[in-house]
């Protein structure tokens, strides 16, 4: 199966180039064993919070030298100080130009809230979703915060009790419909997207509850728990007389999986193939340059590609492996920076960088893997498998996924 571009992998990094090429003519496939990160999404996408020295960022800009000097192999370090700012606002133009609303902008990070109420900066954030401009102040004094009966992964006291120390004052409201009486028979059941699917049912009954209990209150605040498969969002938000916002659950993110589905539809209405549930399990490599891929669901029939990308995900996807002493790439056996010495790995203070997370697929700054030192001319490395950042600490996860798979659709549509 011949295209212009197989991209092994369709989380986030691999979606957004996938769909990069394919706007501009290209034939593509997506090969994806599996659903990615985005389904534990917070609907918020970091570019920058924290410098590797822990100092924190209010512009990335403004810091992308700084962070070089820190983090030389670091993916920003590799776009370099002129190309990521206009990475940055092209990626914004990419989701503006694809219909996906998001708030935000790379010059000022702003603040969303984290499950637990606390504000955490960051790049774009899905509309609809609470955020703040400040650090340190909300933009209501009073709000309302609604939960369904029974709803383990969202917590409206530890909310309201954040809120508080901003200056915002909460009332908690539980409700319940006939509908959720049927999942809350089984506690399992009472999960996001369950609740999503019937609340996207019910939003008229929803809007009552909200309007009849709200009063007084500036605001509503709503667990992302609405809006799966539908609209259903927009028309509460619409049905309702005051601003409802919502704040992320635990997972699943009923946000995660509407973006991966919308991304997923996007490509293949741009005539993209997508295939779901195959995984890559290896490659010819000949004269530098990748030949042929084989999956597990397609056996010796190959995909060939004049490029490849590989945007298969860290540890959590298993795009990185790690044994008892090395870490290593399972398709490709791509050259990986890691320490050697497994007391590197951890850090015994769990909240301090743990040494693994800035493990990955060491690259050249065009982003193309090498093997014992040698580039592969047409093997491109994408996203959360890179070597170089810590996502966590640095909170600049989402934004390495997108930066560097525009860069490289750039790279590949300029060969
Ligand atoms: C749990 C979690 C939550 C996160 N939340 C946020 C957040 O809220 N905001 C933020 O900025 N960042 C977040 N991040 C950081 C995250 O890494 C990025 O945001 C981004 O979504 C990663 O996208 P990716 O495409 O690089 O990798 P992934 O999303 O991991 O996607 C990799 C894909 O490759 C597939 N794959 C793996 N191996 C193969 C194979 N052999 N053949 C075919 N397919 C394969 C996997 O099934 C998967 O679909 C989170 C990370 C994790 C792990």
Redesign the pocket.
């Known amino acids: 199966m011949k295209f212009d571009t197989v991209i ?7 979606l957004v180039c996938a769909i990069r090429l394919s706007q501009q003519g290209q034939r593509c496939v997506i ?8 389904h ?7 570019l920058l919070n924290t410098l590797p020295d822990g100092k924190e960022v209010g512009n990335p800009f403004s810091v992308i030298g700084d962070l070089i000097e820190q983090a030389p192999d670091h993916p920003y370090s590799k776009l370099g100080v002129d190309k990521f700012p206009v990475l940055v606002s092209r990626a914004e133009q990419f989701f503006s130009g694809i219909d996906v609303p998001l708030s935000g902008c790379g010059q000022k990070n702003h603040y969303r809230v984290t499950p637990m109420g606390t504000l955490k900066p960051t790049w774009l954030s899905a509309s609809g979703f609470v955020t703040s401009d400040n650090a340190d102040k909300l933009p209501w004094k009073s709000v309302s915060i609604f939960n369904p009966v029974g709803f383990l992964d969202f917590y409206p006291q530890f909310i309201a009790d954040e809120f508080l120390k901003l200056g915002t004052e909460s009332d908690i409201h539980l409700f319940n419909l006939p509908d959720l009486d049927y999942l809350r028979r089984n506690p399992s059941e009472l999960r996001s997207t369950n609740i999503a699917r019937v609340l996207d049912k019910n939003v008229d009954e929803v809007a009552n509850i909200l309007n009849d209990k709200s009063e007084g209150s500036e605001a509503i605040i709503f667990p992302a728990c609405i809006g799966l498969e539908s609209d259903a969002f927009l028309r509460l938000q619409q049905a309702v007389r005051k601003p409802v916002l919502l704040i992320p659950t635990m997972p699943p993110s009923i946000i995660g999986i509407h973006t991966q589905q919308y991304l997923h539809d996007y490509f293949l209405k741009l005539g993209g193939v997508y295939m779901l549930g ?4 290896r490659a010819d490599v000949e004269d530098n340059a990748v030949k042929r891929v084989y ?1 597990f669901n397609h056996g010796d029939i190959p995909f060939a590609g004049k490029n490849i990308v590989l ?4 540890y ?4 990185l492996i790690a044994t008892s002493d090395s870490v290593y790439e ?2 490709f056996n791509l050259d990986v920076s890691y320490s050697t010495d497994r007391q590197e790995w951890y850090n015994s203070k769990i909240f301090e960088p743990q040494g693994y997370q800035r493990f990955g697929v060491k690259t050249d700054n065009s982003f193309r893997g090498m093997r014992n030192g040698k580039i592969i001319d047409n093997l491109y490395v ?4 890179l070597e170089g950042f810590n ?1 966590i600490k640095e909170g600049c ?3 390495v ?1 997108i930066l560097s798979a525009l860069s490289i659709a750039e790279s590949i549509l300029n060969k």
Do not use: E, H, M, R
């Open positions: 092994i992998g369709g989380g986030l990094s691999g090969i994806s064993s599996g659903q990615s990160a985005l534990f999404s917070s609907g918020s996408y970091d195959d995984s890559v399990k999956s945007a298969t995900g860290s959590f996807s298993q795009g399972p398709i994408s996203g959360a498998i996502p996860g989402a934004g996924s």
